[in-house]
Structure formats: C-alpha cells, structure tokens
C-alpha cells in the first residue's frame, strides 16, 4: 500500500469519500509517517492520542455524510508551533515557552478545526520565528527532505518540510519577511502569504504584529488555494483583520492567464542571485508567456533598502511583543533570583536564544529616545515609499514574478555564524511583507545538486485568486510539483 | 522675596464602561482576584486588543465639556515598562496624539471664578494591582482591574494653590459624574491623580524646577500633599538652595512627602504606535452624535437655574453637586413648576431626612413627582405647609403618594371666606374686652386673634386668609362705630 500520508489534500478527500481508507488509516498513517522521519525533527510536539480520537469522530461524522459541510473532515494536518491549540503545548521553538500549554485556540486553528481537521503536530520553526534556516530552534535544527545536510529554511521550516516529506499533506506556517516563502521554495513545496489582514493574527504568537500572516504550505497550488479559502476572512478578535468578502480561490484554478500582464523587477535580478536560480525563474516566466501572458519590465527601486527597513521595524515590535515574557505570569520562570529585577534578566537572558535577544537589543536601541527618529520612524517613511513602488508597479502589470530566494538550501551551519548574510536569504520576500501584499513561492526547477528553486509571484493587496490563477496554469504545464525528496522514499 | 505657586494636575477617571476597553471582560470593582481576566487581560500570547468604541464616546464626551479641540485622526500607542502588574510588559495609551487637547474647566473658590486649562485628555488601559503579603514575604498579582478604560486628563499649569487644586479636582469630579462617564469614586480608585509643583520668583515668567507628587486617593491629600510641598520648596529656595527634580510619594501618617525617584533614573518607555490596532477616525458625525446625547453640564444647569429659575447661587450650587440632585430637582420642578418652593423642599426637608437615614437620593423613599404633588398642594392651598410637613414625614416612611394621605387623614385647608369669617366674629365676640384693646388702636393683640382663630378652626385655616380676614373684620368694625 502507498503511503497514504504523502497523498493530496485532494486525493485525500476522494479516498475518504469513497471509503477508500477511513480517517483513521490518514491519520495513523501520519503519525507514523514524522515517527519514521523523526531524523527531520520537523515537529516538537506529536498529538497523537487527540488526533487518533479526532480522526475516529471524523469516521462517525463522515457515516452521516457531513463532508460536504466540512471539506477537511478527516484530513491530517501539521501546525506551526507558533500557533496556539488549546490543550497543545505552544513553544514558539523556545524555551521561555518551553511548558506553555495555551488555554485557547487561534483562530486559525478553530477555522481548521471547524472544517474538521485533524491537528496531528506541531511544527519546528526558528525561536518566535526569527531566522531563515531553522537552525534558531530551542529544539535543534529541522533537516531539509531534499537533502538531510542542508538547512529546510525558516522560520516555518518544520512545517515546509513535513509537507515536502509527505507527512502531512497542508501545514500551517507563519510568514512575517518570508517565512512561508522561503522555507516552500528550499523544500520544493507552495507557500502562500496572504494579505496582510486577509487571515485573523489572534491566538498567533506575535512576532512583528503589522507583518505577521499566516498562510498554508502545500504540494500542489489547489490544496494551498483550497486551505488559505478556509482560514481567510475577518474576525472580530483582530482589529487588523480585513472585512471584506473572501472569494472562491478554487474557482478560478484552469482558467486562462491569456493577456495578463506579467511584470518582472530588474532589481531582483542582480548579482549575488544563483545563476541556477535565475535561469529556472526565468524559463518559468518564459513558460508563462508562452501561455498566453504578457511580459513587462517593471522597476522597484526600493528593493536595495527593504532589508535595512525590515531589520528596524521587525526587530522594533519584536522587543515590544516579547515584554510579556517576564517569568510572572506564564512560561519559564529562572530560580533563585534575589529581587524582581534579577528575576527579569535572568529569565529573559536563560529563556531566550541568541537572535532572538540580538533582536530585541536591536529593536529596543531603534525604540529609544534620540533613536527613534533617525532609525523607527525613518524607516516607517521608507515602508511607505516600498509600498508605493508596488503600487506604480501594479499599475502597468496584474501580478510580479520574481525568485523566492537568491539561492536554493544551504548546508546546516553554512551561514549560522553570519547573521548578515543569513538576512539576505529573505532579501525578495520582505518587500511583500512590508508591503502588505500577498506572495506565493511555487517549484520552479532544481539545480544541478537536486534542490529545489522557487518561482514566487506576487499580486495586488487582497487579489490571491490572481495568484492561485497564474501559479496553477505554471504548475498544470510543469511536473516539479510531482517530483519526490529521496527522504521521502526512502521511508515508504 | 515672594514666591508664586505653580501647580498642574494629571488626573486619571476610570471610565464606567462595562466592560475593558480592549477585551470583553467584565470592569465591576470589589470581585475577587484575578476573576474578571480573559486571554487579552492576561496578555497571553497570540492575544490582540479590539478598541471598545464606547471609550472614543466617553473621551469625545469629556472633550466637548471641557471646551477641547477633538482630534480626527487618533492612534494608540505602546509604553513599555517592566512591572508584575504590567501584564504585556506595556501599556496601551496615547502618546502625542491624544484625543482633546486644549480646553478648561472653570472652578469657584471663594466666590472667585478661576480658568484652569485642559492641555489633554488621553484614554489608556489601567494597570492590575500587586498585593505584597508580608507573612509569607511574596507578591501576588491581581489582573481585574488590568484593562480597565481610563481617561488621563493633563491640566495645564494653572493652578495657584493647594486649595485651588482640590476645588479643580472636585470640578473635573463632577463633571465626570454629571456625564456619566465615571463615577468619580476616589475610595474605588475610580479618581486618582498626580501633581506636580514649582515655586517661581513672583512676577516671573519662567517655571521653576518641579516635583511630581505621584498617586494621590483623596481631596484631603491633595491639598496636604501639595501644602507640604510648597512649604518645602518656598524653605529650600529661601534658604538659597535648589530644587532637584524627583518623583515623591505623599505618606498620609507622617504628612510629609518622600522621594521615590529622581529624573537621572527617569524609564524610557520607548513609545511607538500600537500596530495591532488600527487608527480611530472620529467623524464630525461622530462628534455631533455625542454631543446630542450629552446631558446638561453642571455649569450650564447652575446658569439656568439662577438665570432663568431665580435661585442663589449657593441654591444652584447645591443642586448641581451631583447630577442626581439635579435630576430629582427638575423631575420635582416638572410637576410643581415652582423653583423656589421645589429647591426648598429637596435641600432642606429632603436632604435632612436622607442624612438622617444615611440615604442617597437615588433611593429616596419619595418619588420626586411625590414631592412635586406636595408642592402643589401648598401652592394651591389645598393643605398648609405645617400640615405639609407632617404630609412629608410620612411620605419618607411609606411612600405613599401625597394625596393618598392627604384623603385618608381628611386634610384640607380651609380657604373659604365665610367659614373662615364665621370663626373670626366668633373669636371677636368671645373676647370683647381684647377686640375693644384691638380696634381702639393696639395692634399687638393682631396676633392673639389669629392664634384664637386658628385654634377654633383646628389649624386648618389658611394663616393667610385668617389674616386678611381679621383685619378686614377689624376695619369694618372700626367704620361701623
């Protein structure tokens, strides 16, 4: 028998309608799917007992026929530990939240499982979900299924590659300056960040607060389009989140992509990007054309200073949202401090790892009385300015294509000693997130050592059905997505 | 050399909203620890903040009393500083965009109205409490009143004595309680403030250096506090000395101030707009709907009722204390349509009464439109005033409605003129030998006929008519002879 685990969202839902397997068998077959995989250490945490538990009431509903009304009763999927579920420890890969078990759901986690999924795990991700390797994680590094000694990216890279290693077949990541993105393009899987407020932030730990989003990470375009219709929408515990209407992103996967018009920014083909790289994103655009859609040279000048803009209003609400983790009230807690002052520092210097306390040291100097103006608020004055690049840009094209990252995985410690240029690996995702745009990174190719590349194509605020249009007529006239990690068959 | 006092006052008002202003959870004083707190309240992760709109009203409401100009485009920000009753280790507030700026409020000491400006008014979450448990030497944290709405409202530095700064601080009171907005309770912590004070060269422009006096809980200490202070520094600088600028703490026991901080050691609280909540626009719109819902403020109330109404302005001051004093007042005046009589009637009898019985007017056993009835019968000489006072009494022991007593006791003025006549020529026969004294000049026994008249009649009589009728009686006589 296959393994049932590596299987579609989609493929699954035929076979548990037409009873080909029960949920149990899914979900079983999950389970044991991270257990053969535990090398990856893709997840912290397994569910095991609640999700056996959950996939047998999935049988029992699905007997009375409620699929219909929950499109994903039954289905295995994977959580970014970054995400609050009830009852589900919630580490945030730290260890200041080491034995933090969350009294409530995220909405997302609700949204998912109201349509009747199966939560089987939690995923590994870089601490609070800072970095771009996964190698900032309280609990060890994630293995990227492509190839075991090289880095899967980050943050969500626990979640990128437990769907590329046909553990689950969606996993929920969090993306705040490509974390989606980057981690589906090393792991040659899709990854979508939404609009900034097309998806609820409440009960999703905060990292930068106007960056944050979530989004799914798939194998295929339609189950990343069929999950994001799920967990899009507004939601009256998060002030951010956008009222309007959500639209049927499913309905518009085959239709033509003829006369749409394709801008491509010269400043994010520039030295430095992976020749490989670039070729493959190139004869991806050129794929696109050939489909019927136009190509126009577009320019974002901003590009060059996103990262410095990013690395002053990232870490800046960073070190206001991690104030919480004082060892009063929740989390970890240092022992034998002498006065509240010690019990601060101490906590906080024992509880958080290395980038994330160089995040707030930075965060906390961009805060700062004499600082603020030079570093806070001229840095708000270029996110304007980065938006409204885009905005010009959108007016001469419907939707950019450009390379996820500058390069495919790198070795595990290739870049760890390099803050730096470890930055740079998210030099053509951040834009997006400062942008409050949505971005989608799908496989493009792989180079000549068998890594994945990915295409990444963004749109206008709220227009991810344009997205999921042109990212599945590539995908339909390529076969990268049907392409299997040599992990992954191995433990067949 | 004389000194001048300079004062500035920032006053926090618990907003009654009933719920926090970020989150559901209930903002009701006195539950136990730790009993009205939700996700946001503990500032749990993953947690966002949701503006309750109430709180916009409520500072727009403020705003217009206080003649402030009302900002359009309004943004939360950040203040970050560690503390275990700090549940996210900030405080969501307005920095330097708050809601008014730049109003007044006008106060009467003395008889001698002053001007005090409003340079803002701000609204901002409240912090939880620590309670230090001295047995067992530890800290424990209650987060219920951890969210709950304030408006923080900055004076500017106006004010020119301690007695000044608690009539201020009486006035913003009773504003904030004739709107609705708080109910002022300093005992509750629903009113506290902070003062800060210098002392300059009189005839001097410049501000002096100044200390702030943090977290003062009463009227009493205010002036206190603020007494002390300005002792303090007028023999600092009498003896040449300078003041150091520092954070003091009031201690109620000693009557004296003591430092908490000084300026060098002064937090950064790296303030930045809140990115989890969204700008709060306030529309014209918005402002005009406030303002049609505001009730009357207690400046205007006092100008209607000795303007329009002829009260004193020591009645109208009384009236206008409380908003429910004014309430009953006008609900009275609704029915009886006599101010003067209506004023009487509630300050005195009435206030009495509810001190005797340790009542407040909101449960006064006598509906005001009750005491507005009884008003009417006197001003209609249905019954008397003595018989409405024992009306009264048993009105505030049964509530019964006025004429239901009046019924059942058979109360009833006489008024008519032949009754009344009949008594007095009774009254004149039966004593021939005074009215003799009477009409042949002394005036003095006038009053000894109106006794004798209104004994015969048991007190019914209206005193008045009894009065003309006697002499009236008198004069006819006179002219007969």
């Given at each position: 028998m296959t393994n049932?685990?590596?299987?579609?969202?989609?493929?699954?839902?035929?076979?548990?309608?037409?009873?080909?397997?029960?949920?149990?068998?899914?979900?079983?077959?999950?389970?044991?799917?991270?257990?053969?995989?535990?090398?990856?250490?893709?997840?912290?945490?397994?569910?095991?007992?609640?999700?056996?538990?959950?996939?047998?009431?999935?049988?029992?509903?699905?007997?009375?026929?409620?699929?219909?009304?929950?499109?994903?009763?039954?289905?295995?999927?994977a959580i970014k530990d970054m995400i609050l579920t009830r009852g589900l420890k919630t580490t945030c890969a730290s260890k200041i939240l080491a034995n933090f078990i969350p009294p409530y759901d995220a909405t997302v986690t609700q949204r998912l499982k109201d349509a009747g999924a199966i939560v089987v795990g939690k995923t590994n991700l870089d601490e609070f979900a800072m970095?771009?390797?996964?190698?900032?994680?309280?609990?060890?590094?994630?293995?990227?299924?492509?190839?075991?000694?090289?880095?899967?990216?980050?943050?969500?890279?626990?979640?990128?590659?437990?769907?590329?290693?046909?553990?689950?077949?969606?996993?929920?990541?969090?993306?705040?300056?490509?974390?989606?993105?980057?981690?589906?393009?090393?792991?040659?899987?899709?990854?979508?960040?939404?609009?900034?407020?097309?998806?609820?932030?409440?009960?999703?730990?905060?990292?930068?607060?106007?960056?944050?989003?979530?989004?799914?990470?798939?194998?295929?375009?339609?189950?990343?389009?069929?999950?994001?219709?799920?967990?899009?929408?507004?939601?009256?515990?998060?002030?951010?989140?956008?009222?309007?209407r959500v639209t049927d992103y499913e309905a518009v996967l085959g239709r033509e992509i003829k006369g749409l018009k394709v801008g491509i920014p010269k400043e994010y083909f520039i030295k430095g990007l992976n020749s490989e790289v670039e070729e493959s994103v190139k004869a991806a655009i050129a794929q696109l054309i050939s489909a019927g859609a136009e190509a126009v040279e577009i320019s974002l000048p901003t590009t060059e200073v996103a990262l410095s803009v990013y690395y002053v209003l990232a870490p800046a609400e960073a070190s206001s949202n991690l104030s919480r983790y004082d060892g009063v009230k929740f989390g970890y807690r240092a022992s034998g401090t002498k006065d509240l002052k010690e019990l601060y520092s101490k906590t906080r210097s024992e509880g958080f790892g290395k980038e994330v306390k160089r995040r707030i040291l930075i965060g906390t100097h961009v805060l700062s009385?004499?600082?603020?103006?030079?570093?806070?608020?001229?840095?708000?004055?270029?996110?304007?300015?980065?938006?409204?690049?885009?905005?010009?840009?959108?007016?001469?094209?419907?939707?950019?294509?450009?390379?996820?990252?500058?390069?495919?995985?790198?070795?595990?410690?290739?870049?760890?000693?390099?803050?730096?240029?470890?930055?740079?690996?998210?030099?053509?995702?951040?834009?997006?997130?400062?942008?409050?745009l949505p971005g989608i990174s799908v496989p493009c190719g792989f180079d000549r050592a068998g890594l994945p590349i990915g295409l990444q194509l963004i749109g206008r605020q709220f227009e991810e059905e344009t997205l999921f249009k042109v990212a599945y007529a590539y995908e339909s006239s390529t076969q990268w997505h049907k392409k299997v990690p040599p992990v992954f068959a191995a433990s067949k | 050399?004389?000194?001048?006092?300079?004062?500035?006052?920032?006053?926090?008002?618990?907003?009654?909203?009933?719920?926090?202003?970020?989150?559901?959870?209930?903002?009701?004083?006195?539950?136990?620890?730790?009993?009205?707190?939700?996700?946001?309240?503990?500032?749990?992760p993953g947690s966002l903040p949701v503006l309750n709109r109430k709180v916009v009203e409520f500072a727009i409401m403020l705003g217009l009393a206080t003649s402030c100009e009302i900002r359009r485009f309004n943004r939360f920000a950040r203040k970050h500083y560690f503390y275990p009753d700090l549940p996210k280790?900030?405080?969501?507030?307005?920095?330097?965009?708050?809601?008014?700026?730049?109003?007044?409020?006008?106060?009467?000491?003395?008889?001698?109205?002053?001007?005090?400006?409003?340079?803002?008014?701000?609204?901002?979450?409240?912090?939880?409490?620590?309670?230090?448990?001295?047995?067992?030497?530890?800290?424990?944290?209650?987060?219920?009143?951890?969210?709950?709405?304030l408006l923080e409202i900055v004076s500017e530095p106006d004010i020119r004595s301690p007695a000044e700064a608690a009539a201020y601080l009486r006035s913003l009171r009773q504003l904030v309680r004739f709107l609705g907005v708080s109910d002022g309770n300093m005992d509750e912590g629903s009113l506290r403030c902070d003062a800060n004070i210098s002392l300059r060269p009189m005839g001097e422009r410049k501000l002096g250096t100044r200390t702030e006096i943090k977290n003062i809980n009463s009227f009493k200490f205010v002036e206190r506090g603020l007494e002390y202070e300005v002792a303090?520094?007028?023999?600092?600088?009498?003896?040449?000395?300078?003041?150091?600028?520092?954070?003091?703490?009031?201690?109620?026991?000693?009557?004296?101030?003591?430092?908490?901080?000084?300026?060098?050691?002064?937090?950064?609280?790296?303030?930045f707009p809140d990115p989890d909540l969204p700008p709060v626009t306030v529309e014209e719109s918005w402002i005009e709907e406030v303002r049609a819902r505001m009730p009357k403020l207690p400046q205007d109330a006092k100008k209607e009722l000795v303007e329009a109404m002829g009260l004193t302005d020591y009645d109208a001051e009384v009236l206008t204390a409380e908003r429910a004093f004014l309430d009953y007042f006008d609900a009275v005046y609704a029915v009886c349509k006599n101010a003067r009589g209506a004023c009487n009637w509630v300050t005195s009898e009435l206030f009495g009464f509810l001190n005797k019985n340790n009542l407040d007017i909101t449960a006064s056993p006598i509906?005001?439109?009750?005491?507005?009835?009884?008003?009417?019968?006197?001003?209609?000489?249905?019954?008397?005033?003595?018989?409405?006072?024992?009306?009264?009494?048993?009105?505030?022991?049964?509530?019964?409605?006025?004429?239901?007593?009046?019924?059942?006791?058979?109360?009833?003025?006489?008024?008519?003129?032949?009754?009344?006549?009949?008594?007095?020529?009774?009254?004149?026969?039966?004593?021939?030998?005074?009215?003799?004294a009477y009409l042949g000049g002394n005036d003095r026994l006038h009053g000894f006929f109106v006794?004798?008249?209104?004994?015969?009649?048991?007190?019914?009589?209206?005193?008045?008519?009894?009065?003309?009728?006697?002499?009236?009686?008198?004069?006819?006589?006179?002219?007969?002879?």
């Open positions: 049932l685990s590596s299987l579609s969202l989609t493929e699954m839902r035929d076979g548990l309608d037409s009873k080909k397997f029960s949920a149990r068998e899914l979900t079983s077959s999950s389970l044991k799917g991270a257990e053969n995989l535990k090398g990856l250490n893709a997840f912290i945490e397994m569910a095991s007992e609640s999700a056996l538990k959950a996939a047998d009431e999935a049988d029992i509903a699905m007997k009375r026929g409620s699929s219909t009304s929950r499109p994903l009763l039954g289905i295995p999927v970095g771009s390797s996964n190698e900032n994680s309280a609990y060890g590094v994630v293995q990227n299924p492509w190839d075991t000694s090289r880095v899967p990216g980050g943050s969500s890279g626990g979640s990128a590659a437990a769907v590329a290693a046909g553990i689950v077949p969606v996993a929920l990541g969090t993306d705040t300056g490509g974390s989606i993105r980057q981690p589906a393009s090393f792991c040659g899987v899709v990854g979508i960040k939404p609009t900034y407020g097309r998806v609820s932030r409440y009960g999703v730990v905060a990292y930068a607060s106007s960056l944050d989003q979530v989004g799914p990470i798939a194998r295929n375009v339609r189950d990343a389009a069929k999950i994001t219709k799920i967990l899009a929408g507004n939601d009256k515990a998060d002030a951010t989140s956008s009222a309007l009385t004499g600082y603020y103006d030079a570093f806070y608020l001229r840095a708000q004055k270029v996110r304007k300015l980065i938006y409204e690049d885009f905005q010009r840009a959108f007016s001469s094209c419907d939707v950019i294509a450009c390379p996820t990252a500058p390069s495919t995985a790198f070795k595990i410690g290739e870049k760890a000693s390099d803050p730096l240029e470890m930055y740079l690996s998210d030099i053509f995702t951040i834009p997006v997130n400062l942008a409050g | 050399m004389e000194f001048e006092t300079v004062i500035g006052l920032e006053a926090h008002v618990q907003l009654s909203t009933r719920s926090k202003i970020f989150c559901g959870s209930s903002t009701e004083f006195g539950a136990e620890p730790n009993e009205h707190v939700d996700p946001v309240t503990l500032g749990l280790g900030y405080q969501i507030s307005q920095f330097d965009e708050p809601i008014c700026e730049r109003g007044k409020v006008v106060i009467l000491l003395n008889d001698v109205h002053r001007t005090i400006g409003i340079k803002r008014i701000h609204m901002e979450e409240d912090a939880g409490k620590n309670i230090h448990d001295s047995r067992t030497s530890s800290s424990l944290v209650d987060l219920n009143r951890a969210g709950v709405p303090r520094q007028l023999s600092v600088l009498k003896s040449g000395g300078t003041i150091l600028q520092e954070t003091l703490t009031f201690d109620s026991v000693s009557g004296a101030t003591r430092s908490l901080r000084s300026k060098e050691e002064a937090a950064d609280y790296r303030y509906k005001p439109e009750d005491l507005g009835k009884l008003v009417q019968l006197v001003d209609t000489e249905v019954i008397s005033g003595k018989m409405a006072k024992s009306v009264f009494e048993e009105m505030f022991a049964t509530g019964t409605a006025p004429e239901t007593i009046v019924q059942a006791k058979g109360l009833r003025q006489i008024t008519g003129d032949e009754e009344i006549l009949s008594a007095v020529r009774g009254v004149f026969e039966e004593n021939a030998e005074q009215l003799a006794g004798k008249v209104m004994k015969t009649t048991g007190g019914n009589a209206n005193p008045k008519k009894v009065n003309e009728l006697i002499l009236q009686e008198a004069k006819s006589r006179k002219e007969s002879k």
